[in-house]
Nanobody, 115 residues
Framework: QVQLVESGGGLVQPGESLRLSCAAS????????MGWYRQAPGKERELVAQ???????KYSSVVKGRFTISGDSTGKTLILAMNSLRVEDTAVYYC?????????WGQGTQVTVSS
């Protein structure tokens, strides 16, 4: 069974940075793709960034240039480095992994950007 555990969320001021981590029960290379979604209050869940097994990366237009998705040296943790955070980045962030046409979700971590 696949387990994804996010951490690193918190309360920051606009312009500051946060680093989210997603610890997977398997190595990142076992998944066809991994990524981060977010859901703000009253809004639909949206894709933030994704990373395919080939290493190809994709970002939503609203975070491109500010957020970076990567894997750590252990090969079992997905990282989302978030810089220049904005109030509108406030949401619950979810780690997602795709394997054999099955999508796995983490429990989410809250990111709040407020002055």
């Amino acid at each position: 069974q696949v387990q994804l555990v996010e951490s690193g969320g918190g309360l920051v001021q606009p312009g500051e940075s946060l680093r989210l981590s997603c610890a997977a029960s398997r190595t990142i290379g076992d998944f066809s793709a991994m990524g981060w979604y977010r859901q703000a209050p009253g809004k639909e869940r949206e894709l933030v960034a994704q990373r395919s097994i080939t290493g190809n990366k994709k970002y939503s237009s609203v975070v491109k240039g500010r957020f970076t998705i990567s894997g750590d040296s252990t090969g079992k943790t997905l990282i989302l480095a978030m810089n220049s955070l904005r109030v509108e980045d406030t949401a619950v962030y979810y780690c997602v992994a795709l394997q054999n046409l099955i999508t796995y979700w983490g429990q989410g971590t809250q990111v709040t950007v407020s002055s």
